[in-house]
């Protein structure tokens, strides 16, 4: 599957193992290796484990230069991060097309969070390829990187230090082919979409990742305060982990941190409700302080958990993302730590305490 790459050296074993002496000075130049466009069921259940957070970071490739069919030197050159489901949406989206494939060492994490973090970014580009030895197998200057990767990709640093043209790609890898008839990308190729379907199928790894923390808090809960309390917590988890997602376009506001208030509130009605004017049975409180306490200790939790999703969406950026987390933290921490608060002195007032 994989071919040593060329150069003055021998392709010994040894030739291998150090620098030889007609690159002195020079580091040794990485292997080229061969992929297929072929998806493969070990490949969709790397994706399913992948989806679900199982072994969240083994699931990456090799960073460094692939042949993809038997691309020549004026074929085309792709780069990508090194988490399999991208790496794999390109490769089966360019089938039946010779190129090269430049896999950027990521650390297993797709492009899009990997461009916000750098690791998708101008230096591991230039560096990868200067290891790769790319001037050396292709007679084309040209790179083409997804839009997505554009916050971590400068054009004007890949070509200063590289020699090598950055050309932007459209959104998406399924509008490759289109997009290779001309190397120009329509409006709509450039339109960043994230429709339901690409909401919800990050949930499932949001629900594994939280489990444990989400079972232990919600037996706390119901086995030192009662059941009550445990199902409003176990309901404002769920509403930051899967509905948040869901509903990420029709919530009202431009902050995830608002949007998961919102929504943190709009789901402890039902609870409130039941409780009813007359009281609120089994917690110990009158109803106006259950109302109060309710409003400002479960809707935070359902915030913060919005807050983590900035991450996962291209509807936010880097530095936004930084802004509203210092913005808002504090005012959450407030939130709780007043309802506790007002919760603990109706608690207090009930029991005749005080």
Not at 157 to 173: D, H, K, Q, T, W
Not at 250 to 274: E, H, Q, R, W
Not at 337 to 354: D, H, R
Request: hydrophobic share 45%.
């Amino acid at each position: 599957m994989s071919s040593p790459q060329s150069s003055c050296c021998s392709s010994s074993s040894d030739a291998e193992a150090s620098p030889c002496s007609c690159c002195t000075g020079t580091p040794q130049l990485t292997e080229i290796r061969t992929t297929d466009s072929t998806i493969t069921f070990a490949n969709r259940l790397d994706h399913f484990l992948a989806r679900w957070g199982i072994n969240r970071m083994g699931h990456r490739v090799e960073p460094g230069l692939y042949r993809l069919g038997n691309p020549a030197p004026e074929s085309p050159v792709f780069t990508s991060a090194n988490y399999t489901l991208s790496f794999d949406a390109l490769r089966s989206a360019l089938a039946g097309n010779d190129a090269w494939i430049l896999v950027l060492d990521t650390k297993g994490i797709n492009v899009w969070c990997a461009a916000g973090k750098g690791t998708f970014g101008t230096d591991e580009l230039v560096s990868r390829i200067e290891t790769t030895g790319l001037a050396s197998m292709v007679t084309s200057r040209k790179i083409i990187v997804p839009q997505l990767g554009a916050p971590g990709v400068s054009w004007p640093g890949v070509l200063r230090r590289s020699g090598f043209n950055v050309e932007y790609g459209p959104v998406r890898a399924s509008d490759l082919p289109a997009y290779l008839k001309e190397h120009t990308a329509t409006p709509e190729m450039r339109r960043v979409r994230f429709p339901l379907w690409d909401r919800i199928i990050l949930i499932p790894v949001e629900l594994v990742q939280a489990l444990p923390i989400t079972i232990i808090s919600v037996l706390a809960a119901g086995f030192l305060l009662n059941w009550i309390v445990a199902a409003q917590l176990l309901t404002a988890i769920l509403a930051g982990l899967a509905l948040f997602p869901a509903l990420l376009p029709v919530l009202p506001t431009k902050d995830f941190s608002t949007k998961g208030l919102i929504l943190g509130g709009i789901v402890m009605l039902p609870f409130i409700a039941a409780a009813g004017p007359a009281g609120a049975a089994g917690t110990s409180l009158n109803w106006g302080t259950y109302l109060i306490s309710s409003l400002l200790i479960f809707p935070t939790v359902t915030a913060y958990l919005a807050l983590n999703f900035t991450g996962c969406t291209p509807f936010t950026s880097r530095t936004g993302v930084r802004k509203e987390i210092f913005s808002y933290i504090r005012i959450l921490a407030v939130m709780v730590i007043a309802g506790l608060i007002i919760a603990g002195a109706g608690w207090l007032v009930q029991a005749g305490v005080v």
